[in-house]
């Protein structure tokens, strides 16, 4: 059987083809620079093909078993925060879609509020470290980001997409809300859940912010912050290194610190991805 294209589906092909060269030749162009040597780099500037191979940026890495612990932070506060943040927050999306339920409205709107106000950083501050004393504490790193309002309406939206006669029927057969959420709720959200989980993940991945703030401990210190650290660290020496002083990786360093880190993110993101788009669609749009 012959597949015939037309000039349409050529098209459409050309774009993605484009859209994908688009996206994979920077992230080459950041594979071959972090693998350069910095006075090639400063010669001759970026390219694909390095005139000087080189190690020295993940040599400067490396070189402090500081970064295999703040790796195991980071994994720990990655996978914690998103299952607390999963569980929170598809809670409280489903409270606040189920319709007998009282003062919905209000929590809906309560939780509004910080979408468009916010208090600021001093407050939040004061509430995390003096009034939960989280300060110091790898929950510091978990709690605070533990619920998204934008995160709740999505799945609120979604559980609001599924027939209310499923859960109707549940309750006259004797199920009480916690089985009904957890045997038919859950099991039809994976969609949403994915999605969420994914973002969650990114958000906790990606934060440095928290750490800079509350975390003062160098064992609790994440691998984002502590790369922070260490780019700051050569920037400073960078700038006030005499003529004769080796030159440091400051530039190759950047792209390496990014593929560091982005690695285990570009490895979790094929599992969830077939969800992504249903999750994210039907949970903006519906309700």
């Keep these: 059987m012959k597949i015939k294209f037309g000039w349409l589906d050529l098209l459409i092909y050309l774009v993605f083809i484009v859209f994908a060269l688009v996206t994979l030749v920077p992230f080459t162009l950041a594979i071959m620079v972090s693998f350069s040597a910095e006075s090639s780099v400063a010669m001759h500037g970026y390219k694909f093909i390095p005139e000087q191979f080189s190690l020295d940026a993940y040599k400067m890495i490396f070189q402090d078993s500081m970064v295999f612990n703040a790796y195991k932070v980071t994994i720990f506060v990655t996978v914690a925060g998103t299952f607390v943040s999963l569980l929170f927050s598809s809670l409280l999306g489903y409270m606040m879609s189920v319709q007998k339920v009282k003062y919905r409205n209000i929590i809906a709107f309560l939780i509004f509020i910080p979408i468009v106000f916010s208090a600021g950083l001093v407050p939040w501050y004061i509430v995390v470290s003096n009034v939960l004393h989280l300060k110091n504490t790898v929950w510091a790193l978990i709690l605070p980001l533990a619920i998204s309002p934008f995160n709740v309406f999505l799945l609120r939206n979604y559980y609001k997409s599924i027939s209310p006669a499923l859960a109707e029927s549940a309750e006259i057969d004797g199920a009480g809300p916690w089985y009904t959420f957890y045997k038919i709720m859950i099991p039809l959200s994976k969609p949403i ?95």
């Design 193 to 287: 859940l994915a999605t969420v989980g994914l973002f969650a993940s990114l958000g906790y991945w990606n934060d440095f912010t928290t750490s800079l703030w509350l975390i003062d401990d160098r064992k609790l210190f994440t691998v984002q912050f502590l790369l922070y650290r260490i780019n700051s660290m050569i920037a400073y020496m960078s700038q006030h290194a005499n003529m004769s002083a080796v030159l440091l990786p400051s530039e190759t360093i950047v792209f390496a610190m990014f593929l560091i880190t982005i690695g285990p993110i570009i490895l979790v993101y094929p599992y969830v991805q077939k969800y992504f788009v249903k999750g994210i669609m039907i949970g903006s749009v519906k309700g």
